[in-house]
């Protein structure tokens, strides 16, 4: 089974429009990290925004926040008034238990920014 | 500013080659990660290393091994290189304490067996 799920393989958005990407999680830790990364067409992976277990608040990063449900083990990634720019390959990660340190990705979600 | 830096881009190799993909990080970090990358797959973790000689199986090690004599180097090698093994190889470190630290990236090395 998979432990990080990514439903979508390609979403499009309207230039400065919001856009959700989806992302759910199987655990049966409690501590665990959530992440995601960018990628662009030139292949860097940039990391974007984490969101621990046990923080009360969802995380932001300037145009990016990250909506938390624990209970729906879901950590979907915000991006606000999207830019030509964003257009990637977006994919989620987790890193599960205390003192882990081996991320498990998804398998990504290609966003196409349209002017 | 940090770095992780593959030896290599693009990369072209011949079958039953034996193929060595270098990763250095200047970071200290005690992990290191290969990754390999397939449209519609995600990332699939090959093997990581949390110290120095010290290595562990991923999801999909056949096919490869790998050596950590230096903290800050990581090789992926590829035995004898298949044609099934053309992908993109991403390799990463990280921290082994700081449980909220991200995995920092090399720029991926694409490779293809011809």
């Known amino acids: 089974a998979q432990k990080i799920t990514q439903t979508q393989p390609g979403m499009f958005v309207q230039e400065k429009e919001a856009v959700t990407l989806d992302c759910t999680y199987d655990?049966?830790?409690?501590?665990?990290?959530l992440f995601w990364y960018k990628q662009p067409s030139s292949g860097e992976m940039i990391f974007l925004i984490y969101?621990?277990?046990?923080?009360?608040q969802n995380a932001t990063e300037g145009r990016y926040s990250l909506n938390f449900q624990k209970a729906r083990k879901s950590a979907n990634l915000v991006i606000s008034a999207s830019q030509l720019g964003d257009s990637a390959m977006y994919f989620c990660?987790?890193?599960?238990?205390?003192?882990?340190?081996?991320?498990?990705f998804g398998r990504g979600t290609s966003l196409i920014v349209h002017p | 500013d940090v770095k992780v830096t593959q030896s290599s881009r693009y990369l072209v190799k011949r079958t039953g080659e034996k193929v060595f993909l270098e990763c250095v990080q200047d970071?200290?970090?005690?992990?290191m990660f290969w990754y390999r990358q397939d449209p519609g797959l995600g990332l699939r973790l090959i093997y990581f290393?949390?110290?120095?000689?010290?290595?562990e199986k991923g999801d999909i090690p056949e096919g490869y091994s790998v050596s950590r004599e230096k903290k800050e180097r990581f090789s992926l090698i590829l035995e004898s290189a298949s044609t099934n093994q053309t992908s993109m190889y991403l390799c990463?470190?990280?921290?082994?304490?700081?449980?909220?630290?991200?995995?920092?990236f090399g720029q991926g090395t694409r490779l293809t067996v011809v």
């Open positions: 970071m200290d970090h005690e992990n």
């Open positions: 990463a470190s990280s921290p082994r304490t700081v449980p909220r630290t991200e995995a920092f």
């Open positions: 990660a987790m890193r599960e238990g205390r003192g882990s340190y081996i991320p498990t």
């Open positions: 969101q621990g277990s046990y923080d009360e």
């Open positions: 655990t049966s830790d409690q501590s665990y990290g």
């Open positions: 290393s949390y110290d120095v000689k010290m290595k």
